[in-house]
């Protein structure tokens, strides 16, 4: 559990648990933040198992985004707290909402990481076993999404 966490949220490949998926290691820079190695260069695990493979991240940055606001209004509720007779409710929507733009970048790459790892499970003899290759791959239209 502590080594599928650790792999997940620094963005190594699920299989091995090593490479790096991405190739800069700052989701703040914007421009290449979600430039993935095309296989792992430790495993040669494939980044993108399909064409449009990380469309389906769309639902997992959604999740993401939720219960970061749950835990955001947790948190606002225990230590703020809500009332009637202010505005506080719409100060915490306020904030939650900059907060979640602000860290978009890094939902991002962790959906994109999570969403691998539900496809691509750890291998602890990744090296005495090749990387399953998928048959679900037509090369002209990889990067086409
Ligand atoms: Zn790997």
Redesign the pocket.
Same mark, same amino acid.
């Given at each position: 559990m502590i080594g599928y966490l650790s792999s997940l949220f620094q963005n190594k =490949?699920p %299989? =091995? %648990?090593? #490479?790096e998926l991405f190739v800069t290691q700052n989701p703040y820079d914007l421009k290449n933040n979600l430039k993935m190695h095309e296989r792992?260069a430790? =495993? #040669?695990?494939r980044t993108e198992i399909e064409v449009g493979f990380y469309y389906g991240t769309g639902y997992v940055s959604y999740g993401l985004s939720v219960v970061f606001s749950i835990l955001t209004i947790a948190a606002w509720w225990i230590f703020i707290g809500f009332s009637v007779d202010d505005d506080r409710i719409f100060y915490w929507l306020a904030i939650n909402a900059v907060l979640l733009i602000v860290l978009q970048p890094f939902f991002m790459r962790l959906s994109r990481s999570l969403w691998l790892g539900i496809f691509v499970k750890y291998d602890p003899k990744?090296k005495e076993h090749k990387p399953a290759d998928s048959e679900r791959i037509v090369e002209e239209h990889m990067k086409n999404w």
């Open positions: =490949c %299989r =091995c %648990r090593k #490479g792992c430790v =495993c #040669g695990q990744w």
